[in-house]
């Protein structure tokens, strides 16, 4: 709170003493007072730095009032124009040090403004290299903790693979303590290392005076063998290795032994050092034990070539049985075929012959009952040809064709033209698959199958019968005769009919086996006897599935070509 008239003396005489810190003095520094009132006054200043040790620079700023100069009162008119001329001098003097002064200072601050600009400059370039600086530690931060973490990863795998091989060492020393054989370790001089508890206990020594004693020392030297030196030096110096080498010794405590010897070179890189694994097989009791059996073997081997003979004598009686069985069936094949035909021939003759020749002197019961004899004897007529067929399936020799599934449907519809007719029956058929079959005895199969599929209709619906064929590999088939590595033509006949109780699957396919009365529905019984009878014949295999009043199907898999 300075007055104006000294305040730029004052500033500058500051900034004088700040920039060289040396004392600063200003004199003649008018205050303007009321000239009426009060005669001029003139000042000096004075601004010394303080040598005190303080915080901050201090100054010592001294105002002196100076006497004013002494004017005798004759002339005031001269007074007002020397005081006026001081006044002015004194201005232009200020002036000129104030022009001078501000010079300085301009100077000074365009050299404070250089000096910042180039601070600015370095606080910047500073600045830069600062944000480099923090970039690069950023950066080598990022490295270190990435490194910090592959040493922790590492560290971690490391500890692993010691608890890892500190399991296999604890696991490795537990089964060879406790194996039954006898185990040496030994050096690249022969000298035992280690052994486990079946060696000691095999030949009745003690760890203390084993191990560090060459092999060849041991117990008086009776395993100084001359063949077991020469494969131990064999694979220290050839690197080479044997497998169940037999030996047969002496021990003096042990008595003769003959045992088998493995050996094999162990390298443990970490301590240099090469190793050699020895074991022992004791086989002096399976020896013993194998003569023995040898001998029982060959005691069984004598009783079951006994057996086989006796067998075979059972085999070849069978045979002679069966030679005589066959024999039998052919005569009974001739004699159904002449000798029982014949007389039912004559008997339908006669029948007839009565029937068109007497029928006027007949009476109703008479003709009756000759047409009972006429229907009784083509029963047994049809009859005696099923049999025959039954009978002759796997007699002779036949050959072999491509079936035309179709073709063959088409001719036994053509047989039942007129059941079909009345009927009202449709037959479809779909698919196609290749196997080869005896023509006139498939079609025997397809002929029965739809026989019965007419036969046996639902009274309250039109018969529908559908034959399927499609190609079925083997080991999708659950039958015991059934080849899995071979593919199968799989036939289906299904209808619509009366069907069958499950339960009787397995009968119907038996002779003279029938589920139904003569009276309901007419047969011999030996349909689907001939039907599996034929399809065996193929290699084949038939099933039939059931229900009661909802139909049946009839499965045939024969194999493809």
């Known amino acids: 709170m300075t007055r104006p008239e000294f305040t730029f003396e004052l500033r500058n005489a500051i900034y004088e003493v700040i920039k060289t810190n040396n004392p600063v003095f200003k004199s003649g520094i008018q205050l303007n007072v ?12 004075e601004v010394r730095p303080l040598t005190i040790e303080w915080g901050e620079p201090l100054y010592l700023i001294v105002f002196t009032m100076q006497e004013r100069e002494q004017f005798s009162g004759q002339n005031s008119t001269a007074k007002n124009s020397l ?36 601070a600015n400059e370095e606080i910047i370039s500073a600045s830069e290299e600062f944000q480099t600086l923090n970039e690069e530690l950023e950066t080598s931060k990022e490295e270190i903790e990435a490194t910090n973490e592959e040493l922790l990863t590492t560290n971690q795998e490391l500890q692993m693979r010691n608890e890892q091989l500190a399991e296999s060492y604890n696991f490795s020393e537990a089964v060879a303590e406790t194996m039954h ?11 035992i290392k280690s052994a486990n508890k079946a060696f000691y206990k095999k030949f009745h020594l003690m760890q203390v005076g084993t191990e560090g004693i060459p092999l060849y020392e041991l117990s008086n030297h009776q395993w100084d063998i001359p063949n077991l030196r020469q494969l131990l030096d064999n694979i220290i110096q050839k690197n080479t290795h044997f497998y169940e080498h037999e030996i047969t010794y002496t021990f003096p405590e042990t008595g003769k032994k003959t045992m088998l010897l493995n050996a094999r070179p162990i390298t443990q890189k970490t301590q240099n050092e090469q190793l050699i694994l020895l074991t022992f097989t004791d086989t002096t009791l399976i020896i013993k034990n194998r003569k023995s ?21 059972t085999v070849n009686e069978k045979n002679l049985f069966l030679e005589k069985a066959n024999k039998d069936l052919e005569t009974f094949t001739f004699v159904s075929s002449h000798d029982l035909q014949e007389p039912l021939r004559k008997i339908r003759t006669f029948t007839s012959s009565l029937l068109d020749n007497e029928k006027k002197n007949l009476s109703v019961t008479g003709k009756e009952e000759l047409d009972k004899i006429q229907k009784t004897v083509t029963r047994m007529q049809t009859l005696i040809d099923d049999l025959l067929i039954y009978a002759g399936i796997k007699e002779g020799k036949h050959d072999y064709e491509k079936i035309h599934l179709s073709r063959i449907v088409k001719e036994v519809a053509d047989d039942f033209k007129d059941s079909i007719k009345d009927k009202k029956a449709v037959i479809t058929i779909d698919g196609i698959c290749n196997t080869k079959v005896i023509v006139f005895q498939f079609r025997q199969v397809i002929h029965n199958l739809i026989g019965n599929a007419l036969k046996f209709t639902h009274p309250k619906r039109f018969p529908r019968i559908n034959i399927k064929c499609e190609v079925t590999p083997g080991r999708l088939l659950k039958f015991g005769d059934v080849l899995p590595e071979v593919n199968y033509c799989h036939i289906s006949v299904s209808d619509n009919g009366i069907g069958f109780d499950p339960k009787y699957k ?10 139904h009365g003569q009276q309901l529905y007419k047969g011999t019984g030996m349909g689907l006897a001939i039907c599996k009878r034929i399809i065996e014949n ?24």
């Open 293 to 313: 059996d040898n001998k029982e073997l060959e005691n069984i081997i004598n009783e079951r070539t006994k057996a086989l003979e006796e067998s075979y004598k």
């Open 83 to 118: 005081q006026k001329d001081n006044r002015v001098k004194k201005q232009i003097e200020e002036l000129h040090k104030a022009s001078a002064e501000m010079i300085a200072v301009i100077e000074s601050q365009d050299r404070a403004y250089e000096d910042l600009q180039a």
């Open 181 to 191: 054989e006898p185990m040496l370790i030994l050096d690249k001089h022969l000298r």
């Open 506 to 515: 397995d009968r119907i396919f038996e002779v003279f086996q029938r589920l």
């Open 538 to 561: 193929h290699k084949g295999v038939i099933t039939a599935t059931g229900q009661l009043n909802k139909g049946v199907t009839f499965d045939i898999y024969l194999p493809t070509v």
């Open 34 to 45: 009321d000239e009426k009132k009060e005669p001029l006054q003139i000042m000096s200043l």
